[in-house]
């Protein structure tokens, strides 16, 4: 772990050491940020972190290099030799040679203490200092390596990576909860809707736009930010959240859509779990306890799907049966495919299993998170789309084939597989209602 | 060629051959667009495009196989079996067995026509149906290819990525040309502000919120969607546009953040170049002649620094100024650093050569284009930023470190490497004043 991240961090830079035969091994600077200063009577211990991985790098040091200013927060340069530590807790340590504070930390001010784990709740209360704190730190790095996994999937199988816009004249959903876009400088009312000749909005899906591609590319995909100016006050929602989306061409059952939202997960999350490990453990151990050993187990199985359902026909699934669903299914992902008719928007494709009475719509449950995936076949025959928007029309008269698609929540996938309660504790900026900081 | 999109498309669906012997070899089933048809006498030849390349696959097939559907622009799956080509254009082609339309196309509409070079404004009309033309085909390939480059790139050298907000509070720039964002369904305008309870706005740069995890984790990165509201019909400019930002802890050299900017440049350059050949080719053949040579030879030298510029003090250089810098340098990417202190904002570190006189900023010029990526040390010292925002404070508060960063704009890069005149051409779906199309 140690040597990952001297690879990595580059906040190491090696040189000569000052000793007479100039030997070049091992003699290292090291920058970071103090955890920990313990002060003996012949040895000064320091911990000293860069933010690259959980664990801090050890500094042993003659007690007469210690001055007022080096204390917990502080940024530190080390220059020193790395050798092979004697404690069993370490690989290897910094003996000092210089310790140079090049930013002292004022201490009774700074909100995080030495050694304390302060809980999630008191740290969202300081979004420009909480990345400091140990499970932010590991959450913002699983982030990291679960977004770059994303990517290479998707890249590895063939998808063409789409920019799908942030700003757009539509409304996927035909939902009520946008947010509108004007111009600051206007004054006029007249004035603000006229950047763009017509009112104007942040983005609920990127659906639409990768239907376009998909009838070029066959297979893409896009991973960006989508909104919702919903007013909720719930652990499950923001503001302003990610998605990962895809869009496959020329697929005609609901499997094939079922088998890449299950591919998706599994492949990511392995790889986080195999890169991240000590990361991924902090959760494990202290946020959630029990959910290494499902991960492990659901990464091994196929995920479920409910045979039967009985629910009053109508009815959409609400959060209650959503929990009873995936609890009597043991506690696993579990899919719920073909929707009645009528819940769902009018792009999903008629199962024709009678006058207009079940699309073929899947959901992906998890347990704790409720919908973690949500998608579909689209409809792709003209006469089931007529009177509608003129350019989806247009899809469908140049070369139309059937297609599907689904989108996964970026931030419920993170709360899922590290068992974060809340979803504010995912994100390095939550937005949500009466709440914008930074 | 060929081999690699059979491998990456997976439109290809394999599977036994129906003739007696039941060979399984080179039996397949390939979906896609016709491109052409060319109906002769005693064969019939159609070229297939899946998206995943340029490059369309040739099937050859008995004139029977001739429907009126099967036009220009029709989807189509196609079983038989691949051979080697006896043509020298292409490796393989595809000896049907049967041909199936799955969606036709009404090629009178259909404003694409069969093999016509479309100029890229004629297409630009069409948001939902350019993707189909080759150049802009070949373009969103090369942007998806950039895009997991530039992840790998950061990625590879020990950055953190971080998803910063696209809603703010803050006006990093300064600028006046904000969008500000309000809730739809609010009527009173003082309901419409009451959403986050202050004023929000879609980012400008993610440096701010950067800047806070650099004092994290050392090294960070954001590749995410930024807005200006300016009111410009420009080549150069949207108001939805992505940016890749990083941010270095540690760092007290401008020369750390130009070799970035530099290294950034030339690896994703080489990438493209080496990932996508044909679809490069393309625009180096048809789009910029002379940009092939150019490019290679840049990415075999150092950038350029100017050693002394003369213009009047105090002023900023206009486009005229930058154009002439780098034709004087000779057509190469240049370096200019050092700008006057009233010039640049008020994080840009303070070069204390002379009372208030030059920041150490740096900007990347290249040709065609002007300024690539924009970049500054950042004032880490709290005396000199005293009477600012109170988190910027804070920052420098609690172990402040020095540090600096950058920003390149990603459609101006991808308008340079491949030498296209309109940014509206390098996007998906181009948001610019008066226009907001699908």
Redesign the interface.
């Known amino acids: 772990v140690f040597k990952a991240r001297m690879?990595?961090?580059?906040?190491r830079s090696s040189g000569r050491c000052p000793c007479p035969w100039q030997c070049s091994l091992n003699w290292i600077t090291f920058?970071?940020?103090?955890r920990s200063v313990r002060s003996q009577k012949e040895v000064l211990f320091l911990h000293i972190n860069?933010?690259?991985s959980l664990e801090s790098l050890q500094v042993v040091a003659d007690p007469s290099l210690e001055k007022r200013d080096l204390t917990f927060?502080?940024?530190v340069?080390v220059q020193g030799k790395l050798v092979k530590s004697p404690h069993k807790m370490q690989n290897m340590e910094l003996q000092a040679e210089t310790i140079h504070v090049?930013?002292?930390?004022?201490i009774w001010?700074?909100p995080l203490k030495m050694k304390e784990r302060h809980p999630l709740e008191y740290v969202r209360q300081f979004?420009?200092?909480r990345?400091?704190n140990n499970t932010l730190?590991a959450l913002?790095?699983i982030?990291?390596e679960a977004?770059?996994s994303i990517?290479?999937f998707f890249?590895d199988?063939?998808y063409?990576?789409?920019?799908?816009?942030?700003?757009?004249?539509?409304d996927c959903e035909g939902a009520?909860?946008?947010?509108?876009?004007?111009?600051?400088?206007a004054k006029e009312s007249v004035e603000k809707s006229h950047?763009?000749?017509?009112?104007?909005?942040?983005t609920v899906s990127g659906q639409?736009?990768l239907e376009?591609?998909a009838?070029?590319?066959?297979?893409v995909f896009t991973f960006?930010?989508t909104?919702r100016?919903e007013?909720s006050q719930s652990r499950r929602h923001l503001?302003?959240f990610?998605m990962v989306e895809a869009e496959l061409?020329?697929t005609e059952s609901l499997q094939d859509i079922m088998q890449v939202m299950e591919d998706l997960f599994k492949t990511v999350t392995s790889t986080v779990l195999s890169k991240c490990p000590r990361d991924v453990e902090l959760f494990h151990k202290y946020v959630a306890p029990a959910q290494k050993d499902r991960l492990e187990q659901i990464l091994k199985h196929k995920f479920m799907m409910p045979l039967l359902l009985s629910l009053q026909w109508g009815c959409d699934l609400q959060t209650e049966h959503e929990k009873y669903l995936v609890k009597h299914c043991g506690e696993v992902p579990v899919f719920v495919v073909n929707y009645p008719y009528d819940l769902k928007p009018f792009y999903m494709r008629d199962n024709e299993d009678g006058p207009q009475h079940t699309v073929a719509a899947v959901d992906l449950l998890v347990p704790g998170v409720g919908e973690l995936c949500g998608g579909s076949l689209r409809e792709?025959r003209l006469p089931f789309l007529e009177s509608r928007l003129q350019?989806y029309l247009?899809?469908?008269?140049?070369?139309?084939?059937?297609h599907g698609g689904f989108g996964m929540g970026f931030e419920r996938y993170l709360q899922y597989i590290l068992g974060v309660d809340n979803i504010k504790d995912v994100?390095?900026?939550p937005?949500f209602?009466?709440?914008?900081?930074?």
């Open positions: 690879g990595l961090g580059a906040t920058k970071g940020w103090v860069d933010g690259s927060g502080s940024a340069e090049v930013g002292p930390c004022d001010s700074f979004p420009h200092l990345c400091r730190g913002l790095r982030r990291s977004t770059a990517h290479s890249q199988n063939g063409v990576h789409i920019h799908t816009p942030i700003i757009t004249s539509n009520g909860e946008l947010f509108q876009i004007e111009v600051s400088w950047f763009f000749n017509v009112p104007a909005f942040l639409l736009h376009v591609m009838g070029a590319f066959t297979h960006g930010p909104f100016a007013n503001a302003e990610y061409s020329f792709e350019r247009d899809l469908r008269k140049f070369g139309s084939v059937p994100i390095p900026f937005r209602s009466h709440s914008c900081l930074l």
